[in-house]
């Protein structure tokens, strides 16, 4: 990114992507996956113990995606996935950048907050989760503002920073 042609081109094609092509058929003899699993990590050339992608069912997550993930019985969170690593015990885990929904942000006294319905906040909430908790990928459109997403398009949209120190959004 920073302006970079190709990063600039690859953050267009990792948050406006149309949903992947099936899986290439396995042989009739594999016994496919139970849902949800997340097989084939392939490693990283930079970090032989950190693989640079994953699939889960069926889809490639890389880093840089963007996802939904598990939150018991609240709606799911949103997060940007930093890095993946395989743990002690073989479990992968995934560092994500959070961004909060409209609902989840907590002001200071005095401060409204105006957020359209599809609208997140990022922030630089860091957690390391386990990448069993990751439901799918998701789309998310980093827009300036005064920039709508093109008619036909299901996204959402991030704008502004979420300060969770100061609890303010600032814009972009």
């Known amino acids: 990114m920073h302006g970079r042609v190709e990063g600039e081109e690859r953050k267009r094609l990792r948050h406006m992507w149309p949903a992947?092509?099936?899986?290439?058929a396995a042989p009739a003899a594999a016994i496919p996956p139970p849902p949800g699993?997340?097989?084939?990590?392939?490693?990283?050339?930079s970090h032989p113990s950190a693989p640079d992608s994953f699939l889960k069912d069926g889809r490639e997550i890389r880093v840089g995606d963007c996802a939904l993930f598990q939150a018991g019985n609240a709606p799911p969170f949103?997060?940007?996935?930093?890095?993946?690593?395989?743990?002690e015990e073989d479990y992968l885990k995934l560092c994500v950048n959070?961004?909060?929904?409209p609902a989840d942000i907590k002001l200071a006294k005095g401060i409204t907050l105006d957020a359209a319905?599809?609208?997140v906040f990022y922030s630089f909430h860091k957690d390391v989760?386990?990448?069993?908790?990751?439901?799918h990928p998701c789309k998310v459109a980093f827009l300036r503002k005064g920039v709508?997403?093109?008619p036909g398009i299901s996204s959402f949209v991030c704008r502004r920073v979420y300060d969770i120190e100061n609890k303010?959004?600032?814009?972009k």
């Open 117 to 119: 319905p599809n609208e």
């Open 78 to 87: 949103i997060g940007i996935i930093r890095w993946f690593r395989s743990s």
């Open 129 to 135: 989760v386990s990448a069993a908790s990751l439901l």
């Open 98 to 101: 959070w961004l909060y929904r």
């Open 37 to 45: 699993a997340i097989i084939n990590p392939s490693p990283s050339n």
């Open 168 to 171: 303010n959004g600032r814009k």
């Open 148 to 150: 709508e997403l093109p």
């Open 20 to 24: 992947p092509a099936p899986a290439t």
